[in-house]
């Protein structure tokens, strides 16, 4: 069995966002040399997330606009005493810090339409997103 890891950096430019990262995750799974597995993206901060969907301008604004409806960036929160970004942190745990793709035959097997975001909910900054490939 074939154990193979990538570091993957990604910068943001605003405060929320999303970055397809797809290309990225393929890549790895390209040069991990494994046929038969699973590839792992995971997302290594509090305070954005990972999840598969369709790469559209209007989806991805529902999104935007979902993700005010659940967190508002303005809203009264307890944890901005500290640290004016518990909107992202809110945001973050209800979404997740990982994905899972099979491979199959050299490649990641995912939908017509899905394509790996990562979402970015305290920016700008640079994400490190950390590809583990397992596999034959």
Do not use: C
């Not at 991990?32 to 369709?54: M, P, Q, W, Y």
Request: glycine share 6%; aromatic share 10%.
């Amino acid at each position: 069995m074939k154990v193979y890891t990538k570091e993957l950096q990604v910068r943001t430019s605003s405060r929320r966002a999303l970055v397809n990262i797809t290309g990225e995750v393929e890549s790895a799974v390209a040069e991990s040399g494994v046929s038969e597995g699973i590839a792992l993206a995971f997302l290594t901060h509090a305070t954005a997330a990972l999840f598969a969907n369709e790469d559209e301008p209007r989806i991805r604004r529902d999104y935007e606009a979902l993700f005010e409806r659940l967190a508002p960036a303005s809203g009264e929160y307890e944890h901005n005493a500290i640290d004016d970004n518990a909107d992202a942190h809110l945001l973050s745990a209800l979404f997740k810090q990982f994905y899972v793709f099979p491979v199959k035959a050299g490649r990641v097997v995912r939908g017509t339409w899905q394509e790996l975001f990562l979402a970015e909910f305290d920016g700008p900054r640079m994400r490190r997103v950390v590809v583990v490939v397992v596999g034959q």
